[in-house]
């Protein structure tokens, strides 16, 4: 099948596909999705097909406003309510107890559903006029990085998938936050742009799942957690050390495919050919090019790449997360920056 990239001009195109059971990658702020109905149980096998993705990894459902939420899930808890007027449209997928609109395959069999509202202007019109609520995953071959281009969908799917709407590259560039509702409070199950502080803040008490930023543990809560994830073509070595310990073991380490992510501004002490990822003080502009950076590696032919592994604080906790499931290990330099 050929895939054609549209404009956001021409939303009637990809809505007409949506409406007939075939899926359309659409931007979101965080990562592009791969959307269908979300009320059509052929379509959203179709998702599954399209990327190669495991039938017991379940999607998040988009929708334009809370009602259309409302009109999906059996109950709306309050905690729910707030943290949807707080935070939609915006990066935080809600995990609700579904009703029977919603097919089984969305949910991988399971009762409960993911639903977000997202903030790209394109997605919103897109769902309004289609007047469905869409089921994506990130518009990636299962287990690659997420895509944050249409450029990056293209590279992925060409041939697999009928429509691209460009959006540009998304703004956040890592996916959304996911919480389900545990023990008085929610839990964080993927960490993401919107942090367990930007919850508590929020008046919501809130924790992170156990293991979260571990990828050596898995989060049974959350199906999708347990699979490798964004994973460039090179191998990935995390170092958590300083900016000096790092330059000195990867030059020390690297043959003549490897190459390095650093923070910006430490280019220089590396012998290597180099790519950065932001200020080591800003997760924010961390995250919205960590998934870029790794698929540029891959233009590279890069066989290693050396990463210089974030603070986990806040949005760092995100970065990090991605990247220690990324990785296919990690090399502790010093003991104190371990988290
Ligand atoms: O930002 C995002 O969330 C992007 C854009 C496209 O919206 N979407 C995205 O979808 O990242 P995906 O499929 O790559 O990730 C969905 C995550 C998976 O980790 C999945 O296991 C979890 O949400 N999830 C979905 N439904 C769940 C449920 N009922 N219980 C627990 N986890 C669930
Ligand atoms: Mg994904």
Partial sequence: METRIIQPNNLHYAADILRSGGVAAIPTETVYGLAANAFDADAVDRIFIAKGRPQDNPLIVHVDSIAMAEGVTCRFPDAARILAE??????????????????????????TFAVRMPAHTVAAELIGICGFPLAAPSANISGRPSPTSAAHVLDDLDGRIPVIIDGGHCHVG???????????GVVILRPGSVTAQDIADAGVEVRMADGISDSRDEIPLSPGQKYRHYRPNAKVILIIGTAEEFAEYTNSHADSRSHALVFAGEEHLL?????????????????????ARLREFDKDAAEKIYVRCPHADGVGAAVYNRLSKAADSTVILSEKEVR
């Fill in 174 to 184: 890592i996916e959304s936050t996911v919480v389900t509702f545990g023990g008085g």
């Fill in 271 to 291: 012998s290597i050919p180099c790519r950065s990822f932001g200020q080591a003080t800003d997760p924010l502009s961390q995250a919205n090019l960590l998934f």
């Fill in 86 to 111: 707080r935070f939609w449209p915006g990066p935080l997928s809600i995990i609700l107890p579904k009703n029977d609109r919603i097919p089984n395959n969305v949910t991988a069999g399971l009762d």
